[in-house]
């Protein structure tokens, strides 16, 4: 394996055993997207969203968990959306419906069109669920996950090995869990994917591996994707993803 300025480039069997573990352990906290002009519509726009817990503070001191569903703020614009609803993270089993429907989509969100990106409290969604006899069943990143600041800055100039965990778009219109490996790499300011995504991946979560004190590989969710341009993708950073959040997750 060889050393980057933090995130690491791996060999090619250590890559597809992380690829395979994300899936595993993180492979319920993503959800597809997809816009709509109008009910009944054709669905375009697709894209991907995830499940994220922070810890916030309250008034009192008590740590809370405040749970958000994460995506691109690109794919929240259309007049209608829907949230698809997959059978691996709803239970009981045959209880839930195939997506929500929402009607002026744009305004079901919290949106940073600056950082691209959008946010939306997931007590809705449970309560949506609760109302309909059904519960979510999901793996949501993690506070601890999510890259801290200090690790988006140890991103550099060299190309590191970078996972997309998403739900693309197949032939048939089915929304299929997928990984891809590509390179991340640092450009001035932002950071980006350096290949063209499939279609449904934009919003997704981007994962990257540094080496801990131990000596053990440790994984950080890194951000999100954001829409295509210049042969690659700009990422949301979680640096800049929990500085906008904090305004929306005052203290309880």
Known sequence: MIRTLGLMLLDPETENDIASELCKLLGRAILPVGQLDRPGAAARGFGTAFFFTELVTATDGRQLVREYLLTADAITRAPYGEIGVRPSVTEPPGAASDGILLADFAAQWVRWPEVGLAAMLAKDLHEYAGDRGWQWRTQPVTDAVAAPADAVARIGTA??????????????????????????????????????????????????????????????????????????????????????????????
Do not use: M, Q
């Open 159 to 252: 190309p590191a090995s970078a996972f997309v965990l998403a739900l693309g778009v197949a032939t048939d219109g089915s929304r299929p869990l997928e990984v891809v490996i590509e390179r991340l790499v640092r450009d001035g300011d932002d950071i980006r994917v350096t290949t063209e995504l499939p279609d449904g991946y934009v919003g997704a979560p981007v994962f990257g591996v540094e080496e801990t004190a131990g000596g053990d590989l440790g994984v950080h969710c890194l951000g999100l994707v954001l829409p295509g341009g210049g042969g690659g993708h700009r990422v949301a950073t979680f640096d800049r993803i929990r500085a906008v959040l904090a305004a929306v997750s005052p203290g309880a």
